[in-house]
């Protein structure tokens, strides 16, 4: 079955640097990868996702970029914010089958002003 | 329009207790998952539904656990004679259709705390 690592597992930043999550997957299935925010004691909320047949997307200060061969996915936040502190989760899922999704353990991001 | 909702929010339950744990999807969505959070951990997938069907169990953790979903909506995830070790927040997902490239819409989760 799939099996996602995702790396820090903590990452602190001074506000205006950027925040880089990295995140491997094992099954080559895979062809959907979201990023889900958490803050503290609140659901997690989709940020950003991207599929296979795209290597990268940007959405304002948020990208993701992808590396089918390499298994590995990752999130990029430029000019970080205080807001941007919450727990970042990578998934994957392959979209041939119904929805079962694998999530990283979770990356704790810490911007301080 | 309202999303997925999730009650209790908190539980507090004496080990050996049952308890029931409540989630309305979002309206026309075919699929719902439930999750299990630990503190500091990722969700970690226990069962879905895909309308009344229950799918795929396999992240159950034990046969004390138990979900239902009788009319394709509402869905009730039972814990029996709970433990400590099923202390953690419950997350709750819907999706449509649940194939091919569509979000998951995550509830506000209920925190089990287990005495």
Redesign the interface.
């Known amino acids: 079955g799939e099996n996602v690592e ?1 790396h820090p597992s903590t990452l602190s930043v001074q506000e205006g640097d950027s925040a880089v999550i990295k995140c491997t997957y094992s099954d080559s299935a895979s062809n ?1 990868f ?1 990023w ?1 925010k958490q803050e503290l004691g ?5 940020i950003i ?1 991207i ?1 296979s047949n795209v290597g990268e997307k940007k959405d304002q200060r948020i990208a993701v970029t992808l590396n089918k061969t390499a298994k590995h996915f990752s999130l990029h936040i430029t000019e970080t914010q205080p807001e941007d502190s919450a727990v970042y ?1 990578c ?1 994957a899922k392959a ?12 990356t704790q991001v810490v911007v301080t002003p | 329009g309202a999303g ?1 909702s999730q009650s209790p929010r908190y539980k507090v339950a004496k080990r050996g207790q049952d308890v029931a744990l409540r989630c309305d999807p979002i309206s026309g969505h075919v ?1 719902l ?1 439930w ?1 299990q959070q630990a503190l ?6 226990l069962t ?1 539904f ?1 309308n009344e069907a229950q ?2 169990k396999s992240g159950l953790p034990s046969d004390r656990f138990f979900a239902e979903r009788p009319e394709g909506s509402v869905s009730t995830l039972k814990i029996q004679r709970t433990q400590q070790e099923d202390s953690a927040v419950y ?1 709750c997902a819907s ?1 449509f259709p ?7 819409y ?4 209920t925190r089990l705390t287990v005495t």
């Open positions: 995702q959907y979201p889900y609140k659901r997690p909320q989709l996702d599929r989760f998934a979209t041939d089958s119904w929805g079962k999704f694998q999530f990283g353990a979770g | 997925v699929s998952f999750y500091g951990q990722g969700p970690e997938f879905y895909q799918l795929d997350l999706s649940g194939q091919g490239f569509s979000e998951q995550f509830g506000p989760g």
